[in-house]
Nanobody
């Protein structure tokens, strides 16, 4: 059992940056693989980025590669998504997710057992 809470969302202009954080309560995230997903109105929840339990391995969606960076600090029980060069198409609710099982398909929404409530990111033109 792990409770995830996202923070750092807001309204920004295109080209600017935003930093999202995910914090866990109850237990440490040190043994969990973590992912960030996003969902725009009327669309499916899409993969954004993922990171292994140790932080040694990362994955990114092609649409955010080179602009977004996922990182984690297990000692502080946090996972971060640094978003640079934001575009209007990045507008969505961003969700943090945790996977306590074998990390077979890091890009799949079905790999993750625990989810936060989401934080809104809006990028204006």
């Amino acid at each position: 059992q792990v409770h995830l809470v996202e923070s750092g969302g807001g309204l920004v202009q295109a080209g600017n940056s935003l930093r999202l954080s995910c914090t866990a309560s109850g237990r440490t995230l040190s043994s969990y693989a973590m992912g960030w997903f996003r969902q725009a109105p009327g669309k499916e929840r899409d993969f954004v980025a993922a990171i292994s339990w140790s932080g040694a391995t990362t994955y990114y969606a092609d649409s955010v590669k080179g602009r977004f960076t996922i990182s984690r600090d297990n000692a502080k029980n946090t996972v971060t998504l640094q978003m640079n060069s934001l575009k209007p198409d990045d507008t969505a609710v961003y969700y943090c997710a945790a996977d306590r099982t074998n990390w077979n398909n890091p890009r799949s929404v079905y790999e993750y057992e625990f989810w936060g409530q989401g934080t809104q990111v809006t990028v204006s033109s």
